[in-house]
Nanobody
Framework: HVQLVESGGGSVRAGESLRLSCDTSSFGDTRYCLGWFRQAPGKEREGLAGIISTGRSTFYANSVKGRFTITLDNAKNTVYLQMNSLKPEDTAMYYC?????????????????????WGRGTQVTVS
């Protein structure tokens, strides 16, 4: 049973930073793509970042490129999303996701596809 467990959300002011963490230990050795999505009230779900399980390739949405960084610590079975220069429009529920496959070598971006697994989410509020 795969469980992705997020942590690190909270309330911050515009311009500040947060780092989200996701425990991926239950994903096992079959993981291939890990990533982060978000959804704000009244808005569509948005893919933010993806990373191949080797950690060698990363992918970003244009809306966060240059501000957000996804990293993977395989020793800790944890994927992170470092979020800098946060804006009020970044306010959303953030979800850790995983997939057993990729699309042409890409993870979730720039060609969106439905992840196989979702965490329960962690709230980020920027005022």
């Amino acid at each position: 049973h795969v469980q992705l467990v997020e942590s690190g959300g909270g309330s911050v002011r515009a311009g500040e930073s947060l780092r989200l963490s996701c425990d991926t230990s239950s994903f096992g050795d079959t993981r291939y793509c890990l990533g982060w999505f978000r959804q704000a009230p009244g808005k569509e779900r948005e893919g933010l970042a993806g990373i191949i399980s080797t950690g060698r390739s990363t992918f970003y949405a244009n809306s966060v490129k240059g501000r957000f960084t996804i990293t993977l610590d395989n020793a800790k079975n944890t994927v992170y999303l470092q979020m800098n220069s946060l804006k009020p429009e970044d306010t959303a529920m953030y979800y850790c996701v995983g997939s057993l496959s990729n699309r042409g070598g890409y993870c979730f971006l720039p060609y969106p596809y439905e992840p196989d697994y979702w965490g329960r989410g962690t709230q980020v509020t920027v005022s």
